[in-house]
């Protein structure tokens, strides 16, 4: 084989080569870029689903809020040993899922987290829950001081402990968007369920919900 044919044939490949890896280049350059799914979504400034803040539940299991991403959400804050307001609340809760259409209903999740970081141990709620005859589908949550203080704020949940243990606390029912922004909030006890309920069936809707003020 002549020492020529050889030259040109390894200019050849060379090229061959250099083709190859533009059209490889052009093809990922032009490909479509990957379509991003409903949980890469970005959260709204306003969710709660931003905070880092981690939570444990009655079952011993880790949890975040974010978790709650995509369902319409009811929470309260209470604590376990608290004997009349924290009772009626979770009468509240369970009149406010009650009032909801059967579909929507099973799509909505109650969340309870306590402030009592030192007695609502997972095993207390555990117990709690068995005592109330709550729901499997009911969300009981234990934090420590620095999670629960900042949830508190963001909710706008006032809480301060008493000499004997207990706590003198604001009563506030939020109900969340799915994308974990406040749509409204009931203050008080008693009062204001049907406006709260229509705010949870408004957020299994793909549009944000109104907010509505506070003890309508």
Same mark, same amino acid.
């Given at each position: !084989?002549?020492?020529?044919?050889?030259?040109?044939?390894?200019?050849?490949?060379?090229?061959?080569?250099?083709?190859?890896?533009?059209?490889?280049?052009?093809? /990922?350059?032009?490909? /479509?870029?990957?379509?991003?799914?409903?949980?890469?979504?970005? @959260?709204?400034?306003?969710? #709660?689903?931003?905070?880092?803040?981690?939570?444990?539940?009655?079952?011993?299991?880790?949890? *975040? #809020?974010?978790?709650? *991403?995509?369902?319409?959400?009811? #929470?309260? !804050?209470?604590?376990?040993?608290?004997?009349?307001?924290?009772?009626?609340?979770?009468?509240?809760?369970?009149?406010? *899922?009650?009032?909801?259409?059967?579909?929507?209903?099973?799509?909505?999740?109650?969340? !309870?987290?306590?402030?009592?970081?030192?007695?609502?141990?997972?095993?207390? @709620? &555990?117990?709690?829950?068995?005592?109330?005859?709550?729901?499997?589908?009911?969300?009981?949550?234990?934090?420590?001081?620095?999670?629960?203080?900042?949830?508190?704020?963001? #909710?706008?949940? &006032?809480?301060?402990?008493?000499?004997?243990?207990?706590?003198?606390?604001?009563?506030?029912?939020?109900?969340?968007?799915?994308?974990?922004?406040?749509?409204?909030?009931?203050?008080? @006890?008693?009062?204001?369920?049907?406006?709260?309920?229509?705010?949870?069936?408004?957020?299994?809707?793909?549009? &944000?919900?109104?907010?509505?003020?506070?003890?309508?």
């Amino acid at each position: !084989m002549s020492s020529n044919w050889l030259f040109l044939l390894s200019i050849a490949t060379a090229c061959g080569g250099a083709a190859g890896a533009s059209l490889r280049a052009a093809d /990922a350059c032009c490909a /479509a870029p990957p379509v991003e799914t409903a949980a890469a979504a970005v @959260l709204p400034d306003a969710s #709660l689903y931003q905070a880092e803040v981690g939570f444990t539940t009655d079952a011993g299991a880790p949890f *975040r #809020l974010a978790e709650l *991403r995509g369902r319409p959400v009811a #929470l309260a !804050m209470f604590f376990s040993h608290c004997t009349y307001a924290c009772p009626a609340t979770v009468v509240d809760l369970t009149r406010i *899922r009650e009032k909801l259409p059967e579909a929507i209903r099973a799509e909505a999740r109650i969340v !309870m987290v306590s402030f009592d970081t030192a007695r609502d141990t997972p095993e207390a @709620l &555990k117990a709690f829950r068995a005592s109330r005859g709550l729901p499997d589908d009911w969300v009981l949550l234990h934090g420590d001081d620095d999670a629960v203080r900042e949830l508190a704020a963001l #909710l706008g949940v &006032k809480f301060k402990r008493e000499a004997d243990g207990n706590f003198a606390h604001s009563n506030l029912i939020t109900i969340l968007s799915k994308d974990g922004e406040i749509a409204h909030q009931r203050a008080g @006890l008693g009062g204001g369920v049907d406006a709260a309920a229509a705010a949870l069936a408004s957020a299994l809707s793909t549009t &944000k919900p109104g907010a509505e003020g506070a003890g309508n």
